[in-house]
Nanobody, 118 residues
Framework: QVQLVESGGGLVQPGGSLRLSCAAS?????MGWYRQAPGKERELVAT???????NYIDSVKGRFTISRDNAKNTVDLQMNNLKPEDTAVYYC???????????????WGQGTQVTVSS
């Protein structure tokens, strides 16, 4: 069983930046972030493999950057130029399996709130 511990999140004005971090207790092939806004389904935001292959949803391309440190089993999500529609609970996700980039991983973090509002 792999545990994920998230940090970061909070309240930011439109156009601002936030950084989310997640640490895994074990070795992971793919790590990533999903988000869920009120009344909406959980959606993939970005993922990254051990080999640094990345995948982003179109709405965050050019604004969000995912990165990882394989030695520390951590993944970060740098979010710039945040918009109100980015408001959601963000979940760290991890998978030891070599699945497709859009397949949710086996392990989830507890979630962290990101609110973009003036």
């Amino acid at each position: 069983q792999v545990q994920l511990v998230e940090s970061g999140g909070g309240l930011v004005q439109p156009g601002g930046s936030l950084r989310l971090s997640c640490a895994a207790s074990g070795s992971i092939y793919r790590m990533g972030w999903y988000r869920q806004a009120p009344g909406k389904e959980r959606e993939l935001v970005a993922t990254i493999t051990r080999g640094s292959s990345t995948n982003y949803i179109d709405s965050v391309k050019g604004r969000f950057t995912i990165s990882r440190d394989n030695a520390k089993n951590t993944v970060d999500l740098q979010m710039n130029n945040l918009k109100p529609e980015d408001t959601a609970v963000y979940y760290c996700n991890a998978d030891p399996r070599r699945t497709t980039a859009t397949t949710p991983g086996l392990y989830w973090g507890q979630g962290t709130q990101v609110t973009v509002s003036s």
